[in-house]
């Protein structure tokens, strides 16, 4: 494991350390210390939640965490780009190494408070926005064919 020992530190608290293998032990300690962290703060909410059989958004004052790994290494190998957008992120396959990031996780505290306010699971959640996307690739599909045809018709004419 390699710390950040610059003079100045690291440039965000989120930063842990940097690993050269997603098989790290040291990950593997993180994300199983995250997700244990996660398990009890659900179940304080729940509590929360059943005692004062109201929710209040200032219970969300610890957020649930996230692990995030940022690959780094060379972005131009033989003069080329390793792959489009490689300056911005680099994807994980071309990494020679990772950068982990403990982060709030917004996504899953917004779902869960949800949850708390609705009782609509984070997995139905889940599920109904998985068919909403699907619903709206399929209308943009049919927009896409609808015009193909008109083009097509014109085209003839």
Do not use: W
């Not at 390699?2 to 993180?30: C, E, H, V, W």
């Amino acid at each position: 494991m390699q710390y950040n020992t610059s003079i100045a530190g690291p440039r965000t608290d989120s930063y842990r350390f940097t690993i050269t293998s997603k098989d790290d032990i040291n990950l593997k300690a993180l994300r199983k210390d995250i997700a244990t962290f996660n398990k009890h703060l659900k179940r304080r909410l729940l509590a929360d939640a059943i005692n004062t059989s109201k929710f209040a958004n200032s219970s969300f004052d610890n957020k649930f965490k996230c692990v995030k790994l940022q690959g780094r290494g060379p972005r131009v190998v033989n003069g080329e780009l390793v792959h489009p957008g490689c300056h911005q992120s680099l994807r994980h396959e071309y990494a020679t190494s990772f950068a982990v990031y403990v982060e709030d996780d917004c996504t899953y505290t917004r779902m869960f408070s949800h949850f708390l306010d609705t009782g609509i699971t984070v997995t139905e959640q889940q599920k109904m926005q998985k068919a909403e996307h699907a619903k709206f690739i399929l209308s943009m599909n049919a927009r896409d064919n609808k015009k193909s045809r008109f083009l097509n018709a014109l085209n003839k004419i």
